[in-house]
């Protein structure tokens, strides 16, 4: 059961991931064409603004959930490759609750405004233009939650099978100069 949802945890954080890359290309293009637009006609693309703000929150909480799965969410390998295995993995332990504590914690303050986003259609922006805040919401809740399943999967990994992420990897780059 345990293996069945990490896997699909790993493909959801994944196909996130993706997604994130192909919305930075999107905001990286419309700033592009914003600047040129200025620059040569002096004419601003109205909305520029606020499509980036949101986008740039939007293009980070979906590569969370893919950032905590891989261990490389704040997380300093010079430190954890100095400790032996039990206080690797009872710090590995200790980090993943604090990562679920802490991410419960935004999905929580965040549900009520998320609600509210959706159910008044709250939008930012002015008259010209207006984004709608409900998809920045409902991102931020959604990878919230898929940040602490992740946490949930680390501390498990750690406390039952004794593997952290720097373990993992350490196996992965052997693996590697084997070959």
């Not at 064409?33 to 004419?43: I, M, S, Y």
């Not at 100095?82 to 991410?103: C, D």
Request: glycine content about 6%; overall charge neutral.
């Amino acid at each position: 059961m345990f293996d069945y949802l990490d896997s699909a945890v790993d493909l959801v954080s994944r196909l996130l991931k993706y997604i994130a890359a192909g919305l930075l290309i999107a905001v990286a293009l419309l700033i592009t064409c914003d600047v040129v637009a200025r620059g040569l006609f002096n004419w601003p693309i109205i909305g520029v603004a606020e499509v980036v703000a949101n986008g740039i929150v939007i293009i980070a909480y979906l590569q969370l959930s893919y950032a905590v799965g891989i261990g490389a969410m704040l997380r300093s390998d010079l430190l954890v490759a100095r400790l032996p295995t039990k206080p690797r993995i009872a710090l590995e332990t200790v980090v993943s609750m604090l990562g679920v504590l802490f991410f419960g914690l935004i999905a929580w303050a965040s549900y009520t405004p998320m609600m509210r986003a959706i159910a008044t259609g709250e939008f930012e922006g002015h008259a010209s233009f207006q984004v709608p805040t409900w998809p920045v919401r409902v991102v931020i809740v959604a990878c919230s939650v898929l940040a602490i399943i992740n946490y949930l999967t680390l501390a498990y990994r750690a406390i039952v099978r004794g593997e952290t992420p720097y373990d993992i990897a350490q196996a992965a780059q052997q693996t590697a100069a084997a070959e």
